[in-house]
T-cell receptor, first 114, second 117 residues
Framework: AQTVTQSQPEMSVQEAETVTLSCTYDTSESDYYLFWYKQPPSRQMILVIRQEAYKQQNATENRFSVNFQKAAKSFSLKISDSQLGDAAMYFC???????????FGPGTRLSVLP | GAVVSQHPSWVICKSGTSVKIECRSLDFQATTMFWYRQFPKQSLMLMAT?????????EQGVEKDKFLINHASLTLSTLTVTSAHPEDSSFYIC?????????????FGPGTRLTVL
C-alpha cells in the first residue's frame, strides 16, 4: 500500500518570503500522480498543483512550484512571495495511475506572518 | 470549473438517529464518487468508493451496515450514517471523478460537518 509522509506538522513564513513544504511517499508503482491540496478554514479542498510521475519537468502554477525527485520519492512544494491568503492546511496526496482514490499525507499547517 | 455540492453543509443529530448526506456533481456526470472522513486536525481518510449502479467498495475497518452508500444516478451519491453515535461526529467530504477510465480529474465537495449529540 502507498503511504504519504509530511514531516512538518506546522510551518510559518513571513509575508512575501518563500517557504518549502516537504513530502515523501512510498510506492512500488512506476506510474502515478502527485498533488498538493490546500484546505483553508472553510475546509474546501483546493487543488494547488499536480505532477505526473512520468514527467521529469517540475510542475509550476504561478507562485507555486514543486521539486519532484522520483528516485528519492520526494515531492516538495515551494511557495514564493507568500501571501496572507496562503495560510491553510496543505496536504500532499498520491494517486495511482489506474487506481482512483487519493492517499493523503497528514498535512502541514502553514501560517503566514504579516 | 466543475462543481460538486454537498448537502447539508452542517448537521446536528441525536444519538441513535440516521443522517443522510448528499453529494452531487452539478455540471458533469460522475461514474465514480469517493467518500472521505476527516477528524479534527487530521487528514482525509478514504471510507468507500461509490460506483454508479453497483455496490460501494468499503475500505478495511469501515462498517458497511453503518455507513450506507447509494450511487443511484450519474450525478448523485448519498452517504447515510445509521444509528449515529458521538464517535461518528466528523467532517465528511466527497469527491467526484469526471470522465472515463483514461481521465483522472476529480473535484471535491465542500464537506459536511456531522455532530452527534
Amino acid at each position: 500500500a502507498q503511504t504519504v509522509t509530511q514531516s512538518q506538522p506546522e510551518m510559518s513564513v513571513q509575508e512575501a518570503e518563500t517557504v518549502t513544504l516537504s513530502c515523501t511517499y512510498d510506492t512500488s508503482e512506476s506510474d502515478y500522480y502527485l498533488f498538493w491540496y490546500k484546505q483553508p478554514p472553510s475546509r474546501q479542498m483546493i487543488l494547488v498543483i499536480r505532477q505526473e510521475a512520468y514527467k521529469q519537468q517540475n510542475a509550476t502554477e504561478n507562485r507555486f512550484s514543486v521539486n519532484f525527485q522520483k528516485a528519492a520519492k520526494s515531492f516538495s512544494l515551494k511557495i514564493s512571495d507568500s501571501q496572507l491568503g496562503d495560510a491553510a492546511m496543505y496536504f500532499c496526496a498520491y494517486r495511482s495511475s489506474y487506481g482512483q482514490n487519493f492517499v493523503f499525507g497528514p498535512g502541514t499547517r502553514l501560517s503566514v506572518l504579516p | 470549473g466543475a462543481v460538486v455540492s454537498q448537502h447539508p453543509s452542517w448537521v446536528i443529530c441525536k444519538s441513535g438517529t440516521s443522517v443522510k448526506i448528499e453529494c452531487r456533481s452539478l455540471d458533469f456526470q460522475a461514474t465514480t464518487m469517493f467518500w472521505y472522513r476527516q477528524f479534527p486536525k487530521q487528514s482525509l481518510m478514504l471510507m468507500a468508493t461509490s460506483n454508479e449502479g453497483s455496490k460501494a467498495t468499503y475500505e478495511q475497518g469501515v462498517e458497511k451496515d453503518k455507513f450506507l452508500i447509494n450511487h443511484a444516478s450519474l450525478t448523485l451519491s448519498t452517504l447515510t450514517v445509521t444509528s449515529a453515535h458521538p464517535e461518528d461526529s466528523s467532517f465528511y467530504i466527497c469527491s467526484a471523478k469526471r470522465g472515463g477510465p483514461s481521465t483522472d480529474t476529480q473535484y471535491f465537495g465542500p464537506g459536511t460537518r456531522l455532530t452527534v449529540l
